[in-house]
């Protein structure tokens, strides 16, 4: 038989034999409205024909009456970079607020002073570099590098002496030698330098370039 959809006009062949005395419950497949179909008295074999044929790419979905139906479950997979989206805004969030401001919350959380101090992560404004020197000498393996000057504290507070990273390079600004000195907590008082003494020896000699940076651990990791 055929049927029309009451509210697309979609037309559909089904069996007889797919609807029951009481009518069916089917669903169209074209705007999915679910409507009663019951039989019908048969229609002229040429009308049937006719309309068989305008609908042979339309599909139906027949379902079952209400009393027989089924539940079916529909499962939908969330995808898992989806569910930890949340959970890495979160991280990267907190992350950045350990980063950025170590400064405000040691000062506002007192233990978070101690946490950022055994991760060697403490501020280090007004410390810096002064009189710093470098001499090369010639060896038969290469060349003897020695680094000298001073770390001062120019603040009015005692500050620990921060990391001091030297990183010898070729012309092409490839590493050479890296160095990353630390004075295991040493303090240094308002006005107090620390004196900077280091020697590379059998260095290639290939130096073109000689950088010194001093910081934490953090501020070093994102001078690189």
């Given at each position: 038989m055929i049927i029309i959809c009451e509210k697309c006009t979609a037309r559909y062949a089904i069996p007889d034999s797919a609807i029951s005395e009481k009518g069916r419950l089917v669903k169209c497949a074209k705007c999915a409205h679910q409507w009663i179909v019951k039989l019908e008295v048969t229609?002229?074999?040429?009308?049937?024909?006719?309309?068989?044929?305008?609908?042979?790419?339309?599909?139906?979905?027949?379902?079952?009456?209400?009393?027989?139906?089924?539940?079916?479950i529909v499962i939908i997979k969330t995808p898992m970079m989806l569910k930890l989206a949340p959970?890495?805004?979160?991280?990267?969030?907190?992350?950045?607020?350990?980063?950025?401001?170590?400064?405000?919350?040691?000062?506002?959380i007192p233990h978070m002073s101690a946490l950022y101090l055994k991760q060697d992560i403490y501020d280090t404004s007004n410390v810096a570099m002064q009189d710093i020197a470098f001499s090369k000498q010639q060896t038969d393996n290469g060349a003897n590098i020695t680094i000298t000057g001073k770390i001062t504290n120019l603040s009015t507070e005692p500050k620990l002496i921060p990391?001091?990273?030297?990183?010898?390079?070729?012309?092409?600004?490839?590493?050479?030698k890296t160095q990353v000195l630390s004075q295991?907590?040493?303090?240094?008082?308002?006005?107090?330098?620390?004196?900077?003494?280091?020697?590379?020896?059998n260095v290639p000699d290939l130096i073109d370039y000689i950088n010194l940076d001093i910081?934490?651990?953090?501020?070093?990791?994102?001078?690189?």
């Amino acid at each position: 038989m055929i049927i029309i959809c009451e509210k697309c006009t979609a037309r559909y062949a089904i069996p007889d034999s797919a609807i029951s005395e009481k009518g069916r419950l089917v669903k169209c497949a074209k705007c999915a409205h679910q409507w009663i179909v019951k039989l019908e008295v048969t229609r002229p074999l040429d009308e049937e024909v006719k309309l068989v044929q305008e609908s042979q790419t339309s599909e139906v979905t027949v379902t079952k009456k209400e009393s027989d139906k089924t539940p079916t479950i529909v499962i939908i997979k969330t995808p898992m970079m989806l569910k930890l989206a949340p959970l890495m805004l979160v991280l990267l969030i907190s992350l950045t607020l350990l980063t950025f401001y170590s400064k405000e919350l040691s000062r506002y959380i007192p233990h978070m002073s101690a946490l950022y101090l055994k991760q060697d992560i403490y501020d280090t404004s007004n410390v810096a570099m002064q009189d710093i020197a470098f001499s090369k000498q010639q060896t038969d393996n290469g060349a003897n590098i020695t680094i000298t000057g001073k770390i001062t504290n120019l603040s009015t507070e005692p500050k620990l002496i921060p990391l001091l990273a030297i990183t010898i390079s070729d012309k092409y600004k490839d590493k050479i030698k890296t160095q990353v000195l630390s004075q295991n907590g040493a303090m240094l008082n308002p006005g107090e330098s620390h004196v900077i003494n280091s020697r590379f020896t059998n260095v290639p000699d290939l130096i073109d370039y000689i950088n010194l940076d001093i910081g934490n651990k953090l501020e070093l990791f994102f001078a690189k």
